[in-house]
């Protein structure tokens, strides 16, 4: 069969065979992998992986010379071939390679059982072996069929490359080539069994977006396709001069000689220093390796910056978040959801907590709500949350249970802060610091610019979108740590130290608050939109992905968070 049709065009780089295997099993996949730069380790591709540790070391036997009568032949079997044809536009890390003379044969392997179907194979397995025959046949080479071997029941498939198998395998390229350069992510599956395996499946957010398009006319609930929990948490260190070093996959912080403590890397999902804490290049270099962020706070828990791996690939969804910030009307509607969030969880926060009733403030703050839904312009919208938050905070301290008489600085009348003057500002500068550092990393991590906002206007250092979007999650996370930390005896009056009219944390105190934080940001709650169980931590990536669908169109509006 004629293979020109593959003549790939010069702008685009070189398909992975790889990346074909998964547009073919399910083009969202494909796409978000290759030209958005999504990955995420599951079960299925650890183990992948492991069964693949002999074939990537790209061991090469040399080829061996065999007489047959007066013929002389030349054996080849070599692992981990790598090759790539500019006119098809296609690129291959072939497993194994064997062959005699001219006629070779590719051997790919699957950490699977084989299938009981009709040609031996799925169809993506099928496609990828084939794309490595052509490949194979454009550097000269008779490659009439190849072999799948299958890890998990040790069986060798034989796959000819018949007319068919080739048509088929030439169409999905073309049909990858054609999402690529259309610059449109393709929709999701429709509730596919594909999805309950997939590692992309908390990125892709297949049911939440076909649930969010529809506006949830007739359909379920999503499915909790992803877990509800995470196996990482950050590593805070604020041990005054402690140096963190690099043991192995351990990290171990130490002052001077002596150890600490020790974490495992594979734990660990952002280390946040404080103060004067050391580090040393090695560290730094594997956690740029391992994509895990290094944040810097003051020893009051100022959020400073961070240090992060190579930019997020997905440079279509910064494009997008740009268009969006110079669009004031775009502004507008997605700061009156984040402000209306903020301002419902406030009330909800009130309504839960406070000692009395209070049907007059919450009764006016559900008015603030109604009013910022009008707002028809950032200023007038920034008056609305501005008297919102006065009204929620005169109403704060009847939500704590002071049990330290001697201790009259508790009595909160105000939010005030730079410095803070009060220990109840002291907490709640600290907690803000953190939501803004996490909400910073998350934006980052997703492939949004931390910096450019919607409501928050651009100011040089100020990550502006993660202000934007911790605003629904002041109340609910910051502010209840605080009430928690108050409420519990977790933090008491000697954990502050005031000094020329200053008010701040105490290390000892600043931990055991950060143990609170913590524990809130790990708690689960039922979504409100989805229903499904799922931790804060986890919360926050699903809101900066929606609002990443919204921006690039998936989705009509973004789904700002309202606790029940």
């Known amino acids: 069969m004629n293979t020109n049709a593959t003549d790939a065009p010069v702008d685009l780089p070189l398909l992975p065979v790889r990346m074909l295997n998964e547009f073919t099993y399910c083009p969202r996949l494909g796409y978000l992998e290759w030209v958005q730069g999504e990955f995420a380790d599951s079960a299925d591709t650890v183990e992948g992986r492991y069964r693949h540790r002999r074939v990537d070391q790209s061991a090469k036997r040399p080829a061996k010379k065999e007489s047959e009568g007066e013929e002389e032949k030349v054996v080849l079997h070599a692992r981990s071939v790598s090759l790539s044809s500019e006119r098809m536009g296609l ?20 950490k699977s059982k084989r299938p009981h179907v009709a040609r031996g194979a799925w169809e993506p397995e099928l496609v990828q072996l084939c794309a490595q025959g052509l490949l194979l046949r454009e550097q000269g080479y008779e490659c009439a069929e190849g072999v799948i071997y299958f890890v998990g029941s040790r069986e060798r498939v034989t796959i000819a490359f018949d007319d068919e198998l080739i048509a088929l395998t030439l169409e999905r390229i073309a049909q990858m080539r054609r999402a690529v350069v259309s610059g449109e992510i393709p929709p999701p599956l429709e509730e596919s069994p594909k999805c309950v395996r997939c590692s ?8 939440e977006v076909r649930f969010l398009r529809a506006n949830a006319a007739g359909l379920p609930e999503p499915r909790p396709l992803f877990p509800a929990s995470d196996d990482t948490l950050p590593l805070h260190v604020q041990h005054p001069g402690a140096k963190v070093a690099k043991r192995g996959e351990v990290l171990a912080i130490l002052d001077g000689d002596a150890l600490l403590t020790e974490a495992r890397l594979g734990e660990i999902s952002q280390v946040a220093l404080f103060g004067g804490v050391h580090i040393s290049t090695p560290v730094v270099q594997e956690l740029c390796r391992r994509g895990i962020p290094l944040t810097y706070l003051s020893s009051g828990g100022w959020f400073y910056g961070f240090t992060h791996g190579m930019n997020h690939k997905n440079i279509d969804l910064r494009r997008h978040q740009f268009r969006a910030a110079e669009d004031r009307s775009r502004c507008l509607l997605l700061a009156r959801r984040f402000v209306q969030a903020k301002i419902a969880n406030c009330r909800t926060l009130l309504r839960r907590n406070h000692e009395l009733p209070l049907d007059q403030p919450l009764q006016q703050m ?10 028809d312009s950032l200023e007038q919208l920034l008056g609305v949350e501005g008297m919102s938050a006065r009204r929620y905070f005169e109403c704060f301290d009847g939500m704590l249970k002071l049990a330290d008489p001697l201790f009259p600085e508790f009595d909160f009348n105000g939010r005030n802060r730079r410095p803070p003057r009060d220990p109840i500002n002291a907490l709640l500068s600290l907690a803000y610091a953190m939501l803004a550092r996490e909400w910073a990393v998350v934006l980052q991590t997703v492939g949004l610019d931390p910096y450019l ?33 108050i409420n519990n005896g977790e933090i008491t009056a000697n954990d502050f ?4 009219g ?40 699903v809101q900066a992905r929606l609002l990443g669908r919204h921006l690039m169109g998936e989705i009509p509006d973004y789904p700002a968070f309202v606790t029940r």
């Open 91 to 110: 690129t291959a890390k072939i497993d194994l390679v064997e062959g005699e003379g001219a006629r070779v044969t590719p051997v790919d392997y699957k």
């Open 200 to 207: 992309l499946v908390g990125i892709c957010l297949p049911d």
């Open 366 to 375: 559900k008015w603030d709500i109604e009013q910022a839904g009008k707002a």
């Open 453 to 485: 906002g919607f409501y928050h206007q651009p100011r040089y250092g100020r990550p502006a979108l993660a202000l934007d979007l911790m605003e629904e999650f002041r109340p609910i996370i910051g502010d209840s740590a605080v009430i928690t930390a």
């Open 497 to 500: 130290i005031k000094q020329m």
């Open 502 to 541: 200053a008010v701040s944390l105490t290390a000892e105190g600043r931990s055991r608050f950060i143990q609170t934080y913590e524990r809130r940001m790990s708690s689960e709650i039922t979504h409100p939109v989805f229903g499904y169980r799922i931790s804060y931590r986890r919360v926050f990536e």
